[in-house]
């Protein structure tokens, strides 16, 4: 999904805007006419859950202590990896000085244009492992958390329902990063994945008159509810990280200047 900025403003003096398809914008509503969510709206509800777990952070934490053991496992198995792709590496580089060495002896026979062929195909092989090797290296790195960033994460939840309304737009999206992994919005229903749960374990915010605070839920009024849904597009299409929310109330921001 994306953020769609619209002229009118609500009573808030915000700009309005909509999360919708890219696929649905493309072909204009004939692949998908799943409902828009209302931008404005679907923020403030992924706050506002968020505070709730401040008030009452132990699901939070026996999640985020969940999520710390599955990173450690998931570290085991990423090093595992990297050592087996280092030795593939160091076999092929081994192979292939053993090639090098024999190619002058070679010279000049039939067997000389195999041998560089071969040595060709082993280095071709080798820089795709040099890849695999740095990206699961960068993959490792940024999956790694400290225990001091851990105990970092549960004071700021501890303290985000006091500060969240006087943070600042970066701040928002820092401290929003740091709990929420992902929100899908199926077109009813808004689900929060917090780091440390799985696919199956999102929150789900109803789409009821509390949320939406006017009664109108938070799919976009005025839609066709009747044709189908895009059904590969739920999970996928839908799908967006929380920072880009937040990267459209920077934009709102910038238009108030």
Same mark, same amino acid.
């Given at each position: 999904? +994306?953020?769609k900025l619209?002229?009118?403003?609500?009573?808030?003096?915000? %700009?309005?805007?909509?999360? !919708?398809?890219?696929? #649905?914008?493309?072909s204009?509503?004939?692949?998908c006419?799943?409902? =828009?969510? =209302?931008g404005?709206?679907?923020d403030?509800?992924?706050?506002?859950?968020?505070?709730? !777990?401040?008030s009452?952070?132990? *699901?939070f934490?026996?999640?985020?202590?969940?999520?710390?053991?599955?990173?450690?496992?998931?570290?085991?198995?990423?090093?595992?990896?990297?050592?087996?792709?280092?030795?593939? !590496?160091?076999?092929?580089?081994? *192979?292939?000085?053993?090639?090098?060495?024999s190619?002058? #002896?070679?010279?000049?026979?039939?067997?000389?244009?195999?041998?560089?062929? &071969?040595?060709?195909? !082993?280095?071709?092989?080798?820089?795709?492992?040099?890849?695999?090797?740095s990206?699961?290296?960068s993959?490792t790195?940024?999956?790694?958390?400290?225990?001091?960033?851990?105990?970092?994460? +549960? &004071?700021?939840?501890?303290?985000?329902r006091?500060?969240i309304?006087?943070?600042?737009?970066? &701040?928002k999206?820092?401290?929003?990063?740091? %709990?929420?992994?992902?929100?899908?919005?199926?077109? *009813? =229903?808004?689900?929060?994945?917090?780091?440390g749960?799985?696919?199956?374990?999102?929150?789900?915010?109803?789409?009821?008159?509390?949320l939406?605070?006017?009664?109108g839920?938070l799919a976009?009024?005025g839609?066709?509810?009747?044709?189908p849904?895009?059904? =590969?597009?739920?999970r *996928?299409?839908?799908?967006?990280e929380?920072?880009? &929310?937040? +990267?459209?109330?920077?934009q709102?921001h910038?238009?108030? #200047?």
């Open positions: 999904m +994306r953020p619209s002229k009118r403003m609500d009573a808030q003096g915000e %700009f309005i805007y909509s999360y !919708l398809c890219a696929m #649905k914008e493309k204009r509503s004939y692949v006419q799943m409902k =828009n969510a =209302n404005n709206m679907l403030r509800v992924v706050c506002e859950e968020i505070k709730r !777990l401040g009452d952070s132990s *699901e934490i026996r999640q985020l202590e969940l999520g710390k053991k599955q990173l450690e496992g998931n570290r085991e198995e990423y090093d595992d990896n990297l050592e087996r792709l280092c030795g593939v !590496l160091t076999e092929s580089e081994k *192979e292939i000085a053993a090639l090098v060495s190619l002058s #002896k070679a010279a000049g026979t039939s067997a000389e244009g195999y041998i560089v062929k &071969q040595i060709e195909e !082993l280095h071709g092989k080798g820089e795709i492992i040099k890849s695999r090797i990206e699961m290296e993959l790195a940024s999956h790694t958390l400290s225990n001091i960033e851990f105990d970092i994460i +549960r &004071q700021m939840l501890t303290t985000f006091d500060t309304d006087d943070m600042s737009v970066e &701040q999206r820092a401290a929003l990063r740091t %709990f929420v992994k992902k929100v899908v919005w199926d077109g *009813e =229903n808004v689900h929060v994945y917090l780091f749960s799985d696919d199956s374990g999102g929150i789900e915010l109803p789409n009821d008159d509390f939406s605070g006017n009664g839920g976009e009024n839609e066709n509810t009747t044709e849904l895009c059904e =590969n597009s739920k *996928e299409h839908y799908v967006y929380v920072g880009g &929310q937040i +990267r459209r109330h920077e709102i910038h238009l108030r #200047k």
